[in-house]
């Protein structure tokens, strides 16, 4: 390979909104510009990012999917005759997270984020690190096309290491290795920014610490090449929490059942339901067309978004909350969680831009997520 060396860096939940007013390596990085996400959270978004497809084509969005048929969780149907209290707990969900990750192959995300006794009807589409060669079924990403061209690269994530490792570890391998290409997904901010990315003294430290460590990994990086150059980007944005909705608790008032009736799963911004009686349809629908706080996503703008699944995996109706609201508890946290901000809104929310910066201008407009594989693939050249 005889380009430049690259450093491509995701930080996860970094926002265009929250560099507002901020300096965050503009020194550095004098190529900036806000990033279109998708609907959806991490699951669907960086995916699209890696293979510059939408979620649609490559097929990864939310992390439950509607799987009866191939469901890891099959033999669970033999247990339908358990109380619920005996399969719902928290010491039966360890236990079934720990299985589907050690056991089922589920990867080591897997989370039992839905009740154990609607396990056997999802299956889970992230079974494997999506920052090595083979992560997306879909689509190539770049690590497939890295490989395939014969490029040497090294990609780091929260499987193996925590941010600061990351940092440390890029830094030794830019100085010591052979690798030309450099991949860090840093995902910790996410997490701060969920509890306190209302907090100006957080985000400021939090900031200023990861603009150090990225400064050190690029200042390495210009010393053996001094064509180096660095991209950052993110999968979204950061939306402020302002308010709560029970909209779980309005569904299970209307006395339907589940699996036998409907099916839903609950993801913090968004509830996706499957119907298996008219009556359950009609009463659960109506119900959503009157959300105060949100609204039904219909299929022409399901397409639009590029998360129109034909076979519909991923729900036949799709709620969305607006911007600023959080459902009062979902699959993936409880009713005790109450979080400063969060992810998942629609794009046109302007919080849940993410943002492209880089030292070098990009040979084709960035605007989406999509956009980004261009600029990594840039690197196989």
């Not at 860096?9 to 560099?19: S, T």
């Not at 236990?95 to 984020?113: I, M, Q, S, T, V």
């Not at 985000?203 to 400064?215: F, M, Q, S």
Request: a negative charge; proline letters at 7%.
């Amino acid at each position: 390979m005889s380009g430049p060396l690259h450093v491509f860096v995701l930080v996860d939940a970094l926002g265009w909104r929250l560099l507002e007013g901020r300096d965050f390596l503009e020194d550095l990085l004098p190529h900036r510009q806000p990033l279109r996400t998708v609907l959806g959270y991490s699951s669907g978004a960086i995916p699209t990012l890696l293979t510059g497809r939408p979620p649609a084509e490559h097929g990864h969005w939310n992390l439950f999917y509607y799987d009866p048929a191939r469901s890891p969780f099959r033999w669970l149907r033999h247990l339908g005759f358990l109380p619920e209290a005996v399969l719902d707990n928290r010491l039966a969900r360890r236990l079934l997270k720990e299985a589907g990750r050690r056991a089922l192959g589920l990867g080591p995300l897997f989370d039992c984020a839905v009740a154990p006794s609607l396990l056997p009807w999802f299956n889970w589409i992230e079974k494997r690190s999506l920052y090595e060669p083979g992560g997306v079924d879909g689509a190539p990403t770049i690590f497939d096309q890295l490989a395939a061209a014969g490029v040497p690269f090294r990609s780091y994530s929260y499987h193996a290491f925590s941010d600061a490792e990351i940092l440390r570890r890029a830094c030794e391998d830019v100085r010591g290795s052979k690798a030309r290409v450099f991949f860090l997904y840093l995902s910790e901010l996410d997490h701060a920014l969920h509890r306190h990315c209302q907090d100006r003294e957080v985000v400021d430290g939090r900031l200023a610490w990861y603009a150090e460590g990225l400064r050190a990994v690029f200042d390495a990086a210009r010393v053996r090449d001094a064509a180096a150059n660095l991209s950052i980007f993110s999968d979204h944005g950061m939306t402020p929490v302002r308010r709560h909705y029970d909209l779980g608790g309005a569904v299970e008032a209307l006395g339907f059942r589940t699996p036998d009736d409907y099916l839903a799963v609950y993801d913090s911004t968004m509830a996706r339901f499957w119907f298996f009686d008219d009556h359950a349809r009609q009463a659960i629908t109506t119900l959503l067309a009157s959300l105060p706080c949100g609204r039904v996503v219909d299929d022409a703008e399901l397409e639009g978004l590029g998360i129109l699944f034909p076979d519909r995996r991923y729900g036949e109706v799709i709620a969305l909350l607006d911007p600023g609201w959080l459902l009062a508890s979902s699959g993936f946290n409880g009713r005790r969680w109450r979080p400063a901000g969060m992810h998942g809104y629609h794009p046109d929310d302007p919080d849940s831009d993410g943002v492209f910066l880089a030292s070098e201008p990009p040979a084709a407009p960035v605007r989406s997520l999509a956009d980004v594989h261009a600029c990594l693939s840039e690197a196989t050249s």
